[in-house]
Structures are given as C-alpha cells and as structure tokens.
RNA sequence: GCCCUUGUAGCUCAGCGGUAGAGCACUCCCUUGGUAAGGGAGAGGUCACGAGUUCAAUUCUCGUCAAGGGCUCCA
C-alpha cells in the first residue's frame, strides 16, 4: 500500500464538554485527581483552579520548583494509583468559617483569595479521606469511574495567577480525558491532523516561505511558489474591489512622526510600533497602520458631499512591534500586509456602505471555500468618544446592514473600540476551527482629529463618517489559514504549479516542451520533470508536492498530441487531447475552479 | 515579556566528555523505464552563537538568539 497523503475522513465523533454533563464530570473529577497526585509527589505545591476544558482539564499550581515535562510521567503514574483505588468524591456544604479553618489548616492561600470571591453555599468535594478541594461540582461517584487508559498528560505552561500578568506564574498542567480509550486514540489522531495541516509544515514542504533566522523573527519571505499564490490572491482581489467601486491607492511605509502624533497612535499604539528613526532633521516612524495614510490623501483637498462615498483599498504593509514568544508561522508576525480599506461617507448612506463591504466579504471569503462565519457585533464601550446621537447612527447602520444581508450574529455589548462600533467575522476551516480575519469598523476619532470635512448640500462643512474595513485581515495570516484549510491542496486555479508534465523516456521530450511553451503562453502553469527517474518515481514525487494534474507523456500520448492525465482530485482522467486540456485548464483558471471540467 | 521543551548535513532525526552518523534530497555513472521509491558511486556539517569548567566540550554549566507548546497580548 503506498502511504496515503491525501484526505481521511474521520470516523468518531468526539463529544464536547460543554455538551456532555457525563464527560463533564469525569474531566472535572481528573483534574482533581491530578491535583492530588501531584501534592503527593510535590508537598510543598499549593492549588489553585483546576477546570474542564473542550478536550481535557489542566490544573494550576504553585510550585518552588517548575514542573518539566519528565515530571509528568511520575505524575500520571500517581494518577493512575488513585483511579484504581476507587477513592469516592464526596459533596461537603460547609460554612465560611468552616472552610477558612480548613483551607489555613492545610495553607493554601490561593484557596483562601478564591473563598473570598465565593457566594454561600459553599462546597467542597473531597477525594478519598485526606484530600479535598474547593468546588461547586459536579463531579463522578468514586474513581472508579474514570478510565485510567483513556486520560493522558499532555503539556506544562506557565500560566499567571487570574490571567494576569503581573500576579504570581504558576505551573499549569494539561491533559486530555475520554470516556474510553478509542475516544482517545481518535482525537491523538485529530491532534495529528491539525499537525499535517499545520502551514508551517506546509510553507516548508512545498516551499512557499519562510521565516529566516538572520532577518529577524516575524519577517515573511514569500518564496516563488508562495509569490506567485499571493500575486493570484491579489490579483482576484484587485479586480473585486474595482467592480466593488473602489479605487486603489499606494501610500509610503514611514512617514514624519508628527502624522503619528496627529493620528493618536504615538500615545496610545506606542508599545505596537517599532522605533523611530532619525533622517535628516526629522524623525520618522514605521507604520502600523495605514489608516492615517488614507486620511491624509482624503484631507489633500476640498470634498463634495457628491464625491461620496468615496471607497479606497490598498494592500498596505505594515510593521508593528509584536513581544518576543508571540510569533506565530504567518498567523502572527512583526511585518505583513493588510488588505485595508476606508469608505468616507455621508451618515445616511452607512447602512448601504456595511452592506456593500459584507456582500464583497462573502464574495472573496466564499472564493476560498470559506462559507461558515460568526459575527460579532460590538458596541460603545464605556470609555468611548463621540456624541450618543452619532453611536446610535452607526450602530443602527450596522444592525441594518446585519439584518438585510440575513445573517445571524451576537451582540457583544461594549466591546467596540474606543472610536466607534465594529462588526468582527470569524471563518470556520475544514476542520471546525474558527478564525477571525475579517473586520469592519466605524471611526469617529480619525476624522476628528484630522478635522476631515465635505461640503454639504446648503454649503456647510461637515465631518464625514469614515469606515475602517479589511477583509483578509492580513495576507500573511490568511495564507496560513488558507493553507491549513486546504492541507496544501491548493484549488486548481490557485496551484503554484498546476500541471507537471512526466515524460516516461527522454524521446518524448521535445513534446512536452512544445506542451509546455504553450501552456505559458495560454497561462497555465506546467513544468516538466526532468529527473530522468522511472514513472513511479516521478508520480510520488508529484504527489508529494501536491501537484494537481500529473499529466503522463510517453510515445503514444506524443504521436497522438495528448496526455495521460491524473488529478489529485479527481482521480484518473485518461488520456486528453492536448487541445482540450488547454481549454479546460483554461477555463478553470477563469472561473477560479478546483477542478478541471472537459466538455467532450 | 513569563513557564516548560528544543537547536547536529538542504529535510527528518540518531549520537555523545576523547574533535561526527543514518534515511531522504543533491551531483555523477549505469538503467529508457507506463501510474506512489531501479542500482551504484560521490559530495556535503565552525554540532545555533558567546563565555565558563576540564588535559580535552557537539556533549557539562551560564548567557544570547531562534523555534515549538502554553500564559498574557493581538491581524
């Protein structure tokens, strides 16, 4: 059998915790037992919390001494004494005074900052004789209950006491619970999946990009494969965006920092930015954004309410300083490209504008098989600028557009930014995983403090309504999501290399070059193998590098102007005339298919 | 930035106090072979970087940088 590398359906489906009150309570209760094993092997380790997970539990500790991976195996060994022991847990309803004595009996100070924020009744359940914790349940009748092969240690990580880094670091511990050991073994194989997805793995194998060591962490070198996908993906975007109406602009990448002082960014996005730097008598700044690029183009002369609404794009990079230990592949980086966009407008054309960005979102998004979204709209937080009157306009503009483009979102109330209201989307891959790229936000601050102004109907100036909105997000992060989705099978039109040619002997080359030369002049992307390797050879290699259509040559398909095709997709297509091959190659690139369609 | 783990050939990884190994990839030779690995030979490494311990460091210790898993933060 030769190794597959082509999708596997999965079989079981995995249950969710918050969907399953049984297997709630068995995570519930591992992590308790874990807590106790660990202060058997570790006296001096104090807990803390210890919750259930979508997958597992972890338990926080604190701990002299960190916790490294090897101390796991000791642990789990520990866990696995106590489940065969059959200990029961045991639900105690205690007074405060009850529940202080015994947490400064047993000198858990964590314990003690929890049972302050606690309401009555408080609760307690205790694991065997000795050991107890503090916790509102539920939990299993006895340990008996949980299956000791079907639970695994999976990592340590720091993590900060109530999530806040300027507490105590404390040693998390975390691990996976099922209800039986084909559960488990199912989602180690998921787990292996999002690693053969993962578009590091990917950039590497099919040489996309890379990151390099000797640049700089976060720095993306789009390699010629890799280039040549995102000049299609913007290409495609171009084209959408001009039939969208909107025109295209080119901004600088530093400008006078003076631009960052009138923006707003030097005070509050300061610890986002890379340093200034000093040319001549002026200093400069990097750009983190482009928003004030646009502004200043917007305010380079005097608007008519009849130029709006005016809609520009640009494929504008920036450069934001993001902490060591944070980058990510291309999902986190310290330079990327975002596809930005403001929309300057009049108050009453803003839920035909929202509406316009959420029709052109669907469009690109749907382009790359992306179809399930989650929106969020958020509102006016507390600390917010702007009138009441101006908030309500634009948040009504945005319900509005919401409702008529009939999708569903939830309200996050006050989670807007300080300057105006947003509508967040999240897109799900193909395998359930949810990601946020696109956002549309209003901007009551820019054009403020830029003083931007139209002049309206009866000859007043007005501030216009400016709106922030990217699709992608960034086209580094969206590669890489794209990628996972695609586990590298790229759709046909947007294969680095499309066709590769495999000649069976070296007599039928020239034919593959004539096939080859007029594929580039058609626009399709074919290359020839030249390895001189037998067919099998040249298949595997092919198939490795994801190549949607091997096309065999060997004499017969010479003399007859053909090709022996094999999709990756598609299966065996048998031997095509090069002639409809063309077409139909063609004909895919045009209408960005996956798959090549011959009519005869 | 913080905690844990890691850094050996282009890739995946062994190794280890006495100055390096495999498979794949690469180059050359033989093979002209019809749908997932034909055979042979060869070339390729300041063992991430800097200090320390030692007669001797790729190996032990410390630091720096980077990567991976998390926390915090985010496109």
């Known amino acids: 059998m030769p190794e597959s590398t082509t999708e596997v359906q999965v079989p079981l489906t995995l249950p969710k915790t918050s969907e399953d009150p049984e297997l709630l309570k068995i995570r519930h209760s ?11 092997l570790f006296p001096a380790a104090k807990v803390t919390i210890g919750p259930w997970t979508e997958t597992g539990f972890y338990y926080d500790f604190d701990n002299p001494v960190p916790f490294s991976e090897a101390d796991l195996k000791a642990i789990k060994k520990e866990m696995g004494k106590i489940i065969a ?14 529940a202080e004595a015994k947490i400064i009996a047993n000198n858990e100070p964590y314990k003690l900052e929890i049972l302050a924020g606690l309401e009555e009744p408080i609760t307690l359940y205790t694991l065997g004789d000795t050991w107890w914790d503090l916790c509102a349940g539920p939990h299993v009748a006895h340990t008996g209950e949980l299956n000791a092969k079907a639970f695994e240690l999976e990592s340590v990580a720091g993590a900060y006491w109530r999530g806040d880094e300027t507490k105590a670091q404390l040693q998390r511990i975390y691990g996976t619970a099922w209800r039986t050991p084909e559960q488990l073994t199912e989602y180690q194989r998921r787990k292996q999946e999002a690693l053969r997805r993962d578009h590091r793995r990917i950039g590497k194998d099919l040489e996309l990009f890379s990151i390099e060591d000797e640049a700089g962490a976060g720095l993306v070198f789009w390699h010629p494969r890799g280039a040549r996908m995102r000049l299609l993906i913007e290409d495609f975007w171009r084209v959408a965006h001009f039939d969208a109406g909107y025109e295209l602009l080119y901004t600088p990448h530093v400008a006078d920092i003076n631009l960052w002082k009138t923006s707003g960014h030097l005070d509050f996005y ?17 750009k983190p954004m482009n928003c004030p690029f646009h502004v200043l183009t917007y305010a380079s002369k005097l608007r008519s309410y009849k130029e709006l609404p005016i809609r ?16 990510h592949g291309l999902m986190r980086v310290r330079g990327f490209t975002q596809d930005d966009a403001h929309v300057f407008c009049l108050p009453n054309q803003i839920g035909d504008e929202i ?13 790359f098989d992306f179809t399930n979204y989650e929106i969020n709209l958020s509102t006016r937080p507390e600390k917010s600028i702007g009138e009441d009157a101006v908030w309500d306009l634009a948040t009504n503009g945005l319900i509005e557009a919401l409702n008529r483009k009939g999708w569903s979102y939830k309200v996050d109330e006050g989670g807007g930014a300080f300057y105006g209201p947003k509508i967040d989307l999240k897109i799900e891959d193909a395998i359930g995983r949810m990601w946020q790229c696109s956002t549309i936000q209003l901007d009551f601050n820019l054009p403020e403090r830029f003083d931007l102004e139209y002049v309206a109907a009866d000859g007043s100036r007005q501030r216009p309504i400016m709106i922030h909105r990217a699709i992608f997000g960034s086209l580094e992060r969206f590669f890489g999501i794209m990628t996972e989705n695609y586990a590298g099978d790229f759709p046909f039109w947007l294969a680095p290399e499309q066709i590769r040619l495999l000649p069976v002997t070296d007599e039928v080359i020239d034919y593959a070059e004539a096939i080859q030369a007029e594929f580039q002049k058609a626009g399709i992307r074919s290359t020839i193998d030249r390895s ?10 092919g198939e490795q590098q994801k190549i949607p259509v091997l096309a065999v040559i060997g004499i017969q398909e010479a003399e007859q102007q053909s090709l022996s095709l094999r999709s990756r997709r598609q299966g065996d297509l048998g031997i095509v005339s090069k002639t409809n091959l063309l077409t139909a190659a063609q004909e895919a690139n045009h209408n960005r298919n996956a798959d090549l369609t011959f009519t005869e």
């Not at 992590?31 to 094993?37: F, G, P, Q, R």
Request: hydrophobic fraction near 40%; aromatic fraction near 6%.
């Open 532 to 541: 001189g390797e037998r067919l099998g050879k040249l298949i595997r290699n």
């Open 30 to 40: 591992m992590s308790h037992v874990m807590a106790m094993a660990v202060q058997q």
């Open 270 to 286: 300061a610890e986002s930015m890379f340093g200034p730097m000093q040319v001549d008598e002026r200093e400069y700044q990097l």
């Open 85 to 98: 022991r059959r200990l029961p847990l045991q639900r105690l309803e205690v007074t405060r005074a009850e």
């Open 312 to 327: 520009w794009a640009e494929l504008g990079t920036v450069y934001r300083y993001e902490r060591p230990g944070v980058m």
């Open 355 to 367: 509406l316009k960005i959420l029709n052109l979102t669907e469009e690109i998004l749907s382009t």
